[in-house]
């Protein structure tokens, strides 16, 4: 299974970024998708997950201001993130579970900075 991530880059306090992650390879069941990220100097932590009940879980820095969405058809989850913060720069990981396995993808650079 292979997890590419795209769309972080520099943005400026209160704005937005969308980030995209799709799962492709040898997929078996999809159960639980998700964002880590991890800041200079700092453990990796959970941004948020989505179940395949539809079941999300946020950290509480980002409720509110994050939103995480699948799309199962395209084996593709999504972490709309507003109102962005400086403290919100780190590199976001995609992560996979597919009851046996977990999987990540490579990592995308959100920058939030004026």
């Known amino acids: 299974v292979q997890l590419q991530a795209s769309g972080g880059g520099l943005v400026q306090p209160g704005g937005s970024l969308r980030l995209s992650c799709a799962a492709s390879g040898m997929i078996v069941s999809i159960n639980v998708m998700g964002w880590y990220r991890q800041a200079p100097g700092k453990q990796r932590e959970l941004a948020a997950d989505?179940?395949?009940?539809?079941?999300?879980s946020y950290a509480d820095s980002v409720k509110g201001r994050f939103t995480i969405s699948r799309d199962n058809a395209k084996n593709t989850v999504y972490l709309q993130m507003n109102s962005l913060k400086p403290e919100d720069t780190a590199v976001y990981y995609c992560r996979l579970w597919d009851g046996a396995t977990w999987y990540w993808g490579q990592g995308t650079q959100v920058t939030v900075s004026s």
């Open positions: 989505i179940h395949n009940s539809g079941v999300t």
